[in-house]
């Protein structure tokens, strides 16, 4: 399983981080995805990590603003977002993906295992 956490309220420019618990599978074998669902578009890949927390890749509209980390010992996966837009409102959930996956298909949602409950963020000017 795993659930995402610490989404909210806040307002443009304000930071949020976000956690990813996992339980009942082996973290530290799985990469983890960050994406997320605005009100009227699709599920968008936002962030991946590689399961040694090595390789990260980045959407381009979240680039210089988030950054993904992950603490295999406490399994958990986080997402710093800082100086946050009004685009970026939407439900946030994290993904695992037992075998790496490259820059060309990371954001692809079919390729991972197991999806978490979402998280609600709201950014407000």
């Known amino acids: 399983q795993l659930q995402a956490s610490g989404g909210g309220l806040v307002q443009t420019g304000g930071s949020l981080r976000l956690s990813c618990v996992a339980s009942?599978?082996?973290?530290?074998?799985?990469?983890i995805g960050w994406f997320r669902q605005p009100p009227v578009n699709e599920r968008e890949g936002i962030s991946y990590?590689?399961?040694?927390?090595?390789?990260?890749y980045y959407a381009d509209s979240v680039k210089g603003r988030f950054t993904v980390s992950r603490n295999n010992a406490k399994n958990t996966a986080y997402l710093q977002m800082n100086s946050l837009k009004r685009e970026d409102t939407g439900v946030y959930y994290c993904?695992?993906?037992?075998?790496?996956?490259?820059?060309?298909?990371?954001?692809?949602?079919?390729?991972?295992?197991?999806w978490g409950r979402g998280t609600l963020v709201t950014v407000s000017s």
């Open positions: 993904a695992a993906r037992l075998f790496p996956l490259s820059n060309n298909n990371w954001t692809l949602t079919g390729e991972y295992d197991y």
């Open positions: 009942g599978f082996s973290f530290a074998d799985y990469a």
């Open positions: 990590i590689s399961n040694s927390g090595r390789r990260t």
